[in-house]
């Protein structure tokens, strides 16, 4: 295929699945598209061609390539503080608010296999007893058919638990060998259906998406054309009922593009609401210290200070701030980079290093000038690497490393964002973007930074040790304690003697160590004394 045929074909994308591809996506968009036209026998010029005809067959091909470009990661229980808002506000508000009519609408839009819609369920069985004398319906739906013909069987592995709390496999699921069989009554409410959230009609009767009372469309935004996403939140609008929510992954949906919606800023997520008849729509922030606020710029970019480097390479202190990718928990080893540190592995289908130029034996002796304090000196070979071998996410991210510690925070953005351009999965570097909009004292921008870390790395143990940070540093030790368990259990199974991004001078034991220190649950609220462990 031609470079202009492939340019065209992203094109079409676009318009059809409303998929942004970014430049670095086109070598995939090459490899799904030859697979399938040579699964169905075309050429791949007639192959698209025939994806521009408006024949019924080529609407199912679509399907099929939608399913090759998209990316179906999903868990139980993902995002743990955004659910806990859900269970502790918006599911009991909206069950009052239903009380009389008896009746639920909750949609799972984007939902991939269906972990996400079933997790719904759960957390709505728990919050109404009474359901099954509830009219209470579950929609899931994705773009990809083959993702929503695995939803319906509700049929899963190990691997979808990787974050759930104990106790809930065993009651929402029966075992059948190697897989879990989600339970009966939990199926019966949850339906699933293909759908395109770029140019379905919404609300949409026929399929029941209308009046509905909560939308959950996590982690697709971001896969979308930014242009498409004003329009798809008003629709979304129509589609709920007067008091209903729309809840978003983290900054996917900017709080410009909100429409006629309500805002409120939680610590653990945004709820977009559509106000009752006579309410007024506005933007608040709560549990911000000294209570709710006004915030009219959520968004804005973080300002650092420059000059103060942050505390990392050597001697951390405890508990750390930082973002760590890497370690695969329970069923596979972590993997340990050839630069030395668990972290900053990527994930499958992104860009591989090169074997030329910059070499991750590179990556090992920048980490080691960093382990010594020599910060320049790291930061020009990271340079040289560069310069010799062509970008790569993790001397990007290594040369912003080195900046951040020498007090140069622009310039150690600037190569944060490089690198994420480069390998938009690289946790590190989002990670050390979260640490620097923390110390230039923009908590919400350095919570979205350390979220989207532990998104696109569920396993970023370093993530989890500086959401646990900015929580402590609001008092809120709860969260605090939460985030700091997650890092205990997954730390708990990395090798003992893993070095972990990027306390390069610590080993996973050490560390696990130092933690365990400060993971004493919290005391109940009541006889909480006002003092706060320092967190650096
Ligand atoms: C990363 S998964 C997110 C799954 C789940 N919401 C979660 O957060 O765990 C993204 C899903 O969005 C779906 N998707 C992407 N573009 C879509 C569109 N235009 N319409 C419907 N689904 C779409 C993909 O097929 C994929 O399954």
């Given at each position: 295929m031609?470079?202009?045929e492939?340019?065209?074909?992203?094109l079409?994308?676009?318009?059809?699945?409303?998929?942004?591809?970014?430049?670095?996506?086109?070598?995939?968009?090459?490899?799904?598209?030859?697979?399938?036209?040579?699964?169905?026998?075309?050429?791949?010029?007639a192959y698209?061609?025939?994806?521009?005809?408006?024949?019924?067959?080529?609407e199912?091909e679509?399907?099929?390539l939608a399913?090759?470009?998209?990316?179906?990661?999903?868990?139980?229980?993902?995002?743990?503080?955004?659910?806990?808002?859900?269970?502790?506000?918006?599911l009991?508000?909206?069950?009052?608010?239903?009380?009389?009519q008896r009746?639920?609408?909750?949609?799972?839009?984007?939902?991939?296999?269906?972990e996400?819609?079933?997790?719904?369920?759960?957390?709505?069985s728990?919050?109404?007893?009474?359901?099954?004398?509830?009219?209470?319906?579950?929609?899931?739906?994705?773009?990809?058919?083959?993702?929503?013909?695995?939803?319906?069987?509700?049929?899963?592995?190990s691997?979808s638990?990787?974050?759930?709390?104990?106790?809930?496999?065993?009651?929402?699921f029966?075992?059948?060998?190697?897989?879990w069989?989600?339970?009966?009554?939990?199926r019966?409410?949850?339906?699933?259906?293909?759908?395109?959230?770029?140019?379905?009609?919404?609300?949409?009767?026929?399929?029941?998406?209308?009046?509905?009372?909560?939308?959950?469309?996590?982690?697709?935004?971001?896969?979308?054309?930014?242009?498409?996403?004003?329009?798809?939140?008003?629709?979304?609008?129509?589609?709920?009922?007067?008091?209903?929510?729309?809840v978003?992954?983290?900054?996917?949906?900017?709080?410009e593009?909100?429409?006629?919606?309500?805002?409120?800023?939680?610590?653990?997520?945004?709820?977009?609401?559509?106000?009752?008849?006579?309410?007024e729509?506005?933007?608040?922030?709560?549990?911000?210290p000294?209570?709710?606020?006004?915030?009219?710029?959520?968004?804005?970019?973080?300002?650092?200070?420059?000059?103060?480097?942050?505390?990392?390479?050597?001697?951390?202190?405890?508990?750390?701030?930082?973002?760590?990718?890497?370690?695969?928990?329970?069923?596979t080893?972590?993997?340990?980079?050839p630069?030395?540190?668990?972290?900053?592995?990527?994930?499958?289908?992104?860009r591989?290093?090169?074997?030329?130029?910059?070499?991750?034996?590179?990556?090992?002796?920048?980490?080691?000038?960093?382990?010594?304090?020599?910060?320049?000196?790291?930061?020009?070979?990271?340079?040289?690497?560069?310069?010799?071998?062509?970008?790569?996410?993790?001397?990007?991210?290594?040369?912003?490393?080195?900046s951040?510690?020498?007090?140069?925070h622009?310039q150690?953005?600037?190569?944060?964002?490089?690198?994420?351009?480069?390998?938009?999965?690289y946790?590190p570097?989002?990670?050390?973007?979260?640490?620097?909009?923390?110390?230039?004292g923009?908590?919400?921008?350095?919570?979205?930074?350390?979220?989207?870390?532990?998104?696109?790395?569920?396993?970023?143990?370093?993530?989890?040790?500086?959401?646990?940070g900015?929580?402590?540093?609001?008092?809120?030790?709860?969260?605090?304690?939460?985030?700091?368990?997650?890092?205990?259990?997954?730390?708990?199974?990395?090798?003992?003697?893993?070095?972990?991004?990027?306390?390069?001078?610590?080993?996973?034991?050490?560390?696990?160590?130092?933690?365990?220190?400060?993971?004493?649950?919290?005391?109940?609220?009541a006889?909480?004394?006002?003092?706060?462990?320092?967190?650096?």
């Open positions: 031609s470079d202009e492939l340019q065209y074909l992203q079409l994308v676009g318009r059809r699945l409303g998929l942004f591809l970014r430049t670095h996506d086109l070598s995939r968009l090459r490899r799904a598209s030859q697979e399938r036209a040579t699964r169905i026998g075309l050429k791949p010029v698209v061609q025939f994806l521009s005809t408006l024949l019924p067959e080529a199912r679509w399907q099929e399913s090759l470009l998209t990316i179906h990661e999903t868990y139980f229980f993902r995002d743990q503080g955004q659910l806990a808002l859900l269970r502790r506000q918006v009991p508000e909206l069950v009052r608010a239903r009380a009389q009746r639920l609408r909750l949609w799972s839009a984007g939902c991939s296999t269906g996400e819609a079933y997790t719904l369920g759960i957390l709505l728990e919050v109404l007893p009474e359901l099954s004398r509830w009219d209470v319906r579950i929609v899931g739906s994705d773009l990809s058919s083959r993702a929503v013909a695995l939803a319906s069987q509700g049929s899963y592995g691997w638990f990787r974050l759930m709390e104990a106790g809930y496999q065993e009651r929402y029966t075992r059948h060998g190697d897989a069989q989600v339970v009966d009554w939990l019966a409410i949850t339906h699933f259906q293909t759908g395109n959230l770029v140019l379905d009609p919404l609300p949409n009767p026929a399929l029941q998406l209308e009046e509905l009372d909560l939308i959950l469309c996590r982690n697709v935004l971001i896969y979308l054309d930014r242009a498409l996403i004003p329009d798809l939140a008003q629709r979304f609008f129509a589609a709920l009922r007067p008091g209903g929510y729309l978003t992954g983290h900054a996917e949906l900017p709080v593009s909100r429409g006629g919606f309500s805002v409120t800023v939680h610590a653990d997520s945004v709820l977009f609401r559509r106000p009752a008849p006579g309410e729509a506005g933007i608040r922030r709560v549990g911000a000294g209570g709710v606020t006004q915030r009219p710029g959520l968004t804005a970019a973080a300002a650092p200070a420059e000059g103060r480097p942050l505390p990392t390479g050597k001697a951390p202190v405890l508990p750390p701030r930082l973002p760590t990718p890497g370690a695969r928990p329970r069923t080893p972590a993997p340990r980079e630069g030395g540190a668990v972290g900053g592995s990527r994930r499958p289908g992104t591989p290093a090169p074997t030329a130029g910059g070499t991750e034996s590179d990556s090992l002796r920048i980490r080691t000038l960093l382990r010594l304090g020599s910060h320049r000196e790291a930061l020009v070979v990271a340079q040289d690497g560069i310069r010799t071998g062509g970008p790569r996410g993790d001397l990007l991210y290594l040369a912003g490393r080195a951040a510690n020498l007090g140069e622009r150690a953005q600037e190569y944060c964002r490089q690198a994420i351009v480069l390998e938009p999965y946790a570097a989002h990670g050390l973007l979260g640490e620097i909009a923390d110390v230039s923009d908590r919400v921008e350095a919570r979205a930074h350390l979220r989207r870390a532990i998104y696109v790395q569920p396993e970023f143990i370093a993530g989890y040790l500086g959401l646990a900015l929580h402590e540093d609001e008092g809120d030790r709860e969260r605090a304690h939460r985030h700091r368990e997650t890092a205990r259990r997954l730390l708990r199974a990395l090798p003992p003697g893993a070095v972990v991004e990027p306390y390069y001078e610590l080993t996973a034991q050490r560390l696990l160590e130092q933690l365990e220190q400060f993971c004493v649950p919290p005391p109940p609220v006889s909480l004394p006002h003092t706060r462990v320092a967190t650096r």
